[in-house]
């Protein structure tokens, strides 16, 4: 579950170390579960490749090898959709403002996987990632390249199979602990559009499960096309297309 | 399975554990001790370095000035630290772009070179194929003792490249190389904050040479 966030003026007391911890606790109990870590850092693709041989091939002999993979492609939204399985991770290392990561985090909200965002510099703006790892205030260009962001991840490495060591936690948590629920709440689901059937209604994916849901109140859909669903009726159109205007993602949220 | 070293007498103990707080408290805390950790490690090593950093920048800077080409090379997350260097030297976020290439990028010929010849042999048969008179080779080891890392520094010596040398614990066999002409020791048994710190070395070592080929284009230097 998403870390509360509080008022702009508390940020300041949040720091990597509280966030590393509750994102390692759940990633944790992601693989646990059975769950790949993907890794992306359009960026800075060397962080996505230490991340996956940190996890796949521990410096410190005899802790497990986990399933994590750089996803290196021409299309790699393309290649996410085929890969990942509910309930898997997406680890995204970057800025706050790479069209890609942000495409890619919205996209696996409706793929139904587990985000954990690790960067710097200014914020995120909240409700792309389950887990948010930051370096408030560094250049993101200089954190990159100080240690500062290895750091983030072989410390994320390391909790990780420290709570492997406390197996009563590694069962999932609970689904509803927040005060609001996406899943139970009026709030609306974000959706992939999959087939569309008529002019009424499409196939969608939705927390990696697929639904047929009623268009007829938006405009014609498509393939690929991102939407917001309540009920089994699709409210309104955030994103258009494969690789439709980055605009569109903006006024979100 | 538990690590405490008296958990076998308490197997049912960490499996009825329920309540994560006093867990994830225990993380934070662990995690806070190590970024200082990290930090300090890293501001020691670049102050250890000072002076050695001074002069390797101002030798890389040089090659660059006549056209020098930088190689760098690495195994597992020392790859990674390659590809991470080529990154910055060639897309810097600021100054002058730089031509750099890795050697661990090329599947093709990795897997060619390591099936053919011996994994050993990987990057100084590039080395062979690619370096010039006047180019670099920068080679990350945490061990200080991959072969296949020290093995490229005898091939790029023989070609008469300036060679620059990464490491940690005690600097292994790299630090006492005749053919390593700058060889940067991160003075940490602990991996993780070897690589931290080598990643604060490369971000200084690249901000010198930006700042010698701005001094020289100032100056008029060639």
């Given at each position: 579950m998403m870390p509360v966030v509080g008022a702009p003026e508390t940020?300041?007391?949040?720091s990597p170390a509280e966030d590393l911890a509750a994102a390692a606790l759940s990633l944790a109990r992601r693989f646990a579960a059975g769950a790949t870590m993907w890794c992306v850092a359009p960026q800075w693709p060397a962080h996505a490749r230490h991340v996956a041989v940190e996890f796949v091939h521990p410096v410190i002999v005899g802790k497990r090898a986990l399933p994590a993979v750089h996803v290196e492609a021409v299309d790699v939204a393309g290649a996410l959709r085929l890969l990942g399985r509910p309930g898997d991770v997406l680890l995204a290392v970057s800025d706050a403002d790479d069209p890609l990561v942000t495409e890619l985090l919205r996209r696996s909200e409706a793929w139904g996987l587990n985000r954990l965002w690790l960067g710097a510099g200014p914020r995120p703006r909240p409700g792309l990632a389950e887990h948010v790892v930051w370096l408030d205030g560094a250049d993101p260009a200089l954190a990159a390249r100080s240690g500062d962001m290895v750091l983030l991840y072989h410390l994320l490495w390391e909790l990780t199979h420290v709570v492997f060591e406390h197996p009563g936690l590694l069962e999932d948590e609970p689904v509803c602990t927040d005060d609001v629920c996406i899943t139970c709440s009026d709030e609306g689901r974000v959706a992939e559009v999959r087939t569309v059937r008529d002019q009424t209604s499409a196939e969608v994916v939705v927390s990696g499960l697929t639904e047929t849901v009623d268009?007829?109140?938006?405009e014609p859909v498509e393939a690929g096309d991102l939407v917001l669903v309540h009920a089994g009726v699709v409210l309104s159109t955030l994103h258009h297309g494969e690789?439709?205007?980055q605009a569109a993602f903006e006024g979100f949220r | 399975m538990t690590s405490e070293p008296t958990g076998f007498l308490y197997p049912f103990i960490d499996a009825e554990e329920r309540d994560s707080s006093s867990l994830v408290a225990d993380l934070a805390a662990s995690a806070r001790a190590k970024i200082g950790e990290s930090r300090a490690i890293r501001a020691a090593t670049l102050d250890r370095c000072d002076s050695a950093l001074a002069e390797t920048g101002r030798a890389m800077a040089d090659r660059f000035q006549r056209g020098g080409r930088l190689f760098a090379f690495g195994n597992g997350g020392s790859a990674t630290d390659a590809e991470g260097t080529v990154e910055l030297f060639r897309n810097p976020p600021h100054g002058r772009p730089l031509a750099a290439m890795s050697l661990v990028d090329d599947r093709a010929v990795l897997t060619a070179l390591a099936n053919d010849v011996g994994f050993e042999l990987v990057f100084s048969r590039q080395l062979i194929a690619h370096a010039k008179e006047g180019d670099i080779a920068v080679g990350f080891s945490t061990s200080g003792g991959s072969v296949n890392v020290l093995g490229a520094f005898v091939e790029a010596a023989r070609r008469t490249l300036l060679t620059v040398g990464l490491c940690g614990y005690e600097g292994g066999a790299m630090a006492q190389s005749d053919v390593v002409d700058h060889c940067l020791v991160v003075r940490s048994d602990s991996v993780h904050r070897i690589q931290e710190a080598q990643d604060a070395l490369i971000l200084r070592l690249w901000s010198i040479v930006q700042q010698c080929l701005e001094e020289d284009s100032e100056s008029g230097r060639p």
């Open positions: 940020l300041e007391e949040i268009v007829s109140l938006v690789h439709g205007q | -």
